[in-house]
T-cell receptor, first 115, second 115 residues
Framework: AQSVTQPDIHITVSEGASLELRCNYS??????LFWYVQSPGQGLQLLLK??????LVQGIKGFEAEFKRSQSSFNLRKPSVHWSDAAEYFC?????????????FGKGTKLSVIP | DTGVSQDPRHKITKRGQNVTFRCDPI?????LYWYRQTLGQGPEFLTY????????KSRLLSDRFSAERPKGSFSTLEIQRTEQGDSAMYLC?????????????FGSGTRLTVV
């Protein structure tokens, strides 16, 4: 069965500093990988996704992620964090079992940004 | 396009009562998903509809849970005889099959508290 591990429960960075959120997945086939962001009390917004091709994926709000098959990782990065980036970030792997295209999420990483 | 709407946003109920949530997907989307998110966890897949047909259900969806999408438009999720363990955020998402497998748009969720 597929699974996603986000090793960091909570990360604090200073505004303007760079950010890297870690994600490791387990899935037998070629994965479809996603990063979502969730603000308090809100639903999830898709930041970026990887299906195939170029392993460096650009997303919205200045985020990017790199797929590394050898490490089973899909880490999210941003060169300069803004206070508005404070939120919870979820990595997910997509599976197409029975054609449902359901997502399996990690437990999330909460990002705090200090001025 | 008003996005995915969920109603109510918050629901407090006494243990043993029945509750029903509604999800209105983006109008042209033919796929609809329900996920559950408990505190400190990522969302977990519950069930999936393509048009009016419920095509997949998670083992998380016990007999007390039922979901419908009667005309392939809005969907309802009912929980009978609620238990404290049902307290969670219930998220609905929709997608259009032709967008590719995972073009999800999430709603803002319904937060259920069972007291």
């Amino acid at each position: 069965a597929q699974s996603v591990t986000q090793p960091d429960i909570h990360i604090t960075v200073s505004e303007g500093a760079s950010l890297e959120l870690r994600c490791n997945y387990s899935y037998g086939a070629t994965p479809y990988l996603f990063w979502y962001v969730q603000s308090p009390g809100q639903g999830l917004q898709l930041l970026l996704k990887y299906f195939s091709g170029d392993t460096l994926v650009q997303g919205i709000k200045g985020f990017e992620a790199e797929f590394k098959r050898s490490q089973s990782s899909f880490n999210l990065r941003k060169p300069s964090v803004h206070w508005s980036d404070a939120a919870e970030y979820f990595c997910a792997v997509g599976t197409s079992g029975a054609g449902s295209y359901q997502l399996t999420f990690g437990k999330g990483t909460k990002l705090s940004v200090i001025p | 396009d008003t996005g995915v709407s969920q109603d109510p946003r918050h629901k407090i109920t006494k243990r043993g009562q029945n509750v029903t949530f509604r999800c209105d997907p983006i109008s042209e989307h033919n796929r609809l998903y329900w996920y559950r998110q408990t505190l400190g966890q990522g969302p977990e897949f519950l069930t999936y509809f393509q048009n009016e047909a419920q095509l997949e259900k998670s083992r998380l969806l016990s007999d007390r849970f039922s979901a419908e999408r009667p005309k392939g438009s809005f969907s309802t999720l009912e929980i009978q005889r609620t238990e404290q363990g049902d307290s969670a955020m219930y998220l609905c998402a929709s997608s259009l099959a032709t967008q590719g497998n995972y073009g999800y748009t999430f709603g803002s969720g319904t937060r259920l508290t069972v007291v």
